[in-house]
């Protein structure tokens, strides 16, 4: 009795297995699966502490930028531990290189907007580097 089942039991598993299999290879065709990426997408640093109020210089950045798409840079800054209403407002930087138009203070942040033209191709930003006395 013991061995019948295990025979069933194995009988069975195997049609089911081969079933599905079956049904994968002749049923499913993929041909392209495509990713659509939003049109454009927002991220926001912590807030970096340089210990006291701080001159910021110039931002560099990597990035894969694939025909279609931007990334741009926005810092702030504050002497508040939190944004608040006496931080300086969002400014942009416009290249890698560019000098950080936010005012001396003690902390900074950043933005970065990614944005695209095509549904299946995104901006990479690979690293940012801010430089500041």
């Known amino acids: ?3 019948r ?3 069933n039991l194995t009988f ?3 049609v089911a297995l081969a079933f599905f299999f079956w049904a994968l290879t002749n049923l499913v065709k ?3 699966i495509q990713r659509p990426y939003k049109i454009s997408g927002t991220f926001t640093s912590a807030v ?3 210990g ?3 001159t910021w210089g110039t931002v560099n950045w990597d990035a894969l930028l694939p025909a279609g798409t931007s990334i741009q840079i926005l810092t702030r800054s504050g002497n508040t531990a939190t944004p608040d209403g006496t931080w300086s407002s969002w400014t942009a930087v416009p290249t890698s290189g560019g000098t950080v138009g936010s005012p001396a203070r ?3 942040q950043y933005e970065v907007i990614l944005s695209t033209t095509h549904p299946t191709v995104t901006p990479t930003l690979l690293d940012i580097t801010f430089n500041w006395t």
């Open 48 to 50: 970096f502490n340089a």
């Open 30 to 32: 993929v041909d392209a």
């Open 5 to 7: 089942t295990l025979i």
């Open 1 to 3: 009795m013991s061995r």
């Open 12 to 14: 069975f598993s195997f």
């Open 106 to 108: 003690q902390y900074l």
């Open 52 to 54: 006291r109020v701080a």
